[in-house]
């Protein structure tokens, strides 16, 4: 979960670099570079970019009592199926869960696979998924390097509001959901005469 640093610049997409907080999927690379504190980029939320610098004085605040913030032992299991889906939400699913699995360099190319897909055929994903989610960081433990002169209604200077975003992004992660996720795509050619209703409880019986 990242919460948002209030940021406002007109060369970002004003709706996702200030909203309060988003809840996103991070995996590949970007994983290893992800710490209690650091700034993501929310201006595409299905890529979150990492920031070069840190806006806060330690990497991985603690608690305010100082103790090191625990990950909790208590898993939890959820199966969910994506039915029924429009061509984007299809392809929103499958490049947030599935993007590295299908090589899409772009949503637009994985919204061009789920027309293509759904023109022939029935499609059902299940993603099946166990977590955990730490302690988030307490808005008191939070020592910043300098005061965010960005945030101030002061700075109208949209270059100063694009170099803050582009030194330590637009949110910081509050909390890490820690886990895995799996995603499965089934598809089914279309029965003789239209669209069939075998495969979504053919395809959920596999996960029950």
Known sequence: MTHGLDNSSH???????TKPEHVVSISGDVVSNIALGTGLDMDDPLKPMPAPLSPFLVGQPTVVDGSPIDIPSILSSQTSFIEDAS??????????????????????AACSYSRTVQQKSDAIVALI???????????????????????????????RLAQFIED???????????GYRIAVLGTIRFQKGGRGSVLPSSFQGFFW
Do not use: C
Request: hydrophobic fraction near 35%; aromatic fraction near 14%; avoid cysteine.
């Open 11 to 17: 060369a970002y997409d004003m709706y996702n670099i």
């Open 129 to 159: 998924s166990q977590t955990t989610t730490g302690e988030p960081i307490p808005v008191s433990s939070i020592n910043w390097r300098a005061p965010p002169n960005a945030e101030s209604d002061a700075v109208q200077d949209s270059d």
């Open 87 to 108: 061509d984007y939400e299809l392809a929103t699913t499958l490049y947030a869960n599935m993007g590295a699995s299908f090589g899409f360099a772009s949503l637009s």
């Open 168 to 178: 330590y992004r637009s949110h910081y992660v509050q909390a890490i959901t820690y």
